[in-house]
């Protein structure tokens, strides 16, 4: 295809918050948790070194539900405050790890908590829950126009369990909402030789270019990949079903 004129990729409509690194230099989705902990508490001063080490103690002695509210969720609502909004994310998946919150648990806390806390839970997905049951989770975040909860929902567990016809459109849904593909988990293994994809960008940069918008310049990066061939870990290996 003729390839369009590119600009940074940049929000179309408005969006809640910003896709950013964690401020405290891990990337809680893909850091080992006795890593991550590691790295946190580094990064802590005293005080809130102290409160993490009770709140996981706490996790840990007390995991699973107690009464309407366990102490280690009322825990997840604190870290923000104790530990600085950089290193709340990490705190939170830590404290989830600690009290070996199931996929049941996880929806309960996503569901009734605010973003930064659905964020951690999404977060959390890829160390406590092997399976597809927490799906839906990714799936309702893919949904919002929150960014932050968008790229943390294309973290390792939707990579390992979204198919292939919504993680296309959660691809699409990272471009025109300027979500960085940076964020996608596996983006260089599911989108290689993925004919479809493909096809998508194309349309989608077709119709910004007859609108006389700008294309994202990670659109061209994706492409690329969907052009090179496939290899036997591709898109459609085990991701290739169509919903």
């Not at 609502?77 to 290193?87: F, L």
């Not at 369990?161 to 596996?186: E, I, Q, S």
């Not at 870990?233 to 085990?238: A, L, Q, V």
Request: proline share 9%; aromatic share 2%.
């Amino acid at each position: 295809m003729t390839r369009p004129h590119a600009a940074p990729a940049g929000p179309d409509a408005g969006t809640t918050g910003r896709p950013a690194a964690p401020g405290d230099g891990a990337t809680p989705a893909v850091t080992p948790p006795a890593d991550l902990r590691h790295h946190l508490t580094a990064r802590l001063d005293g005080a809130a070194r102290a409160w993490l080490d009770q709140a996981l103690d706490e996790a840990t002695a007390h995991p699973g539900a107690h009464g309407p509210i366990s102490v280690w969720e009322l825990r997840l609502a604190e870290a923000g405050r104790r530990c600085g909004p950089e290193h709340a994310d990490a705190a939170r998946v830590l404290i989830l790890h600690a009290a070996t919150a199931d996929a049941e648990a996880l929806t309960r806390v996503y569901r009734q908590g605010t973003a930064d806390e659905r964020r951690a839970v999404l977060h959390a997905l890829p160390h406590l829950v092997p399976g597809p049951e927490a799906l839906p989770l990714v799936e309702d975040a893919l949904r919002t126009n929150d960014t932050r909860l968008v790229a943390a929902a294309l973290g390792p567990y939707g990579a390992r369990h979204l198919d292939a016809h919504a993680w296309r459109h959660a691809v699409l849904k990272c471009l025109f909402t300027g979500v960085p593909v940076d964020l996608v988990a596996d983006l260089d293994g599911r989108a290689r030789g993925d004919a479809e994809l493909a096809r998508m960008l194309g349309d989608y940069a077709a119709e910004r270019t007859a609108a006389g918008r700008t294309v994202p310049e990670d659109l061209h990066r994706v492409l690329a990949l969907t052009e090179a061939a496939p290899g036997a870990d591709g898109p459609d290996t085990p991701h290739g079903k169509e919903s």
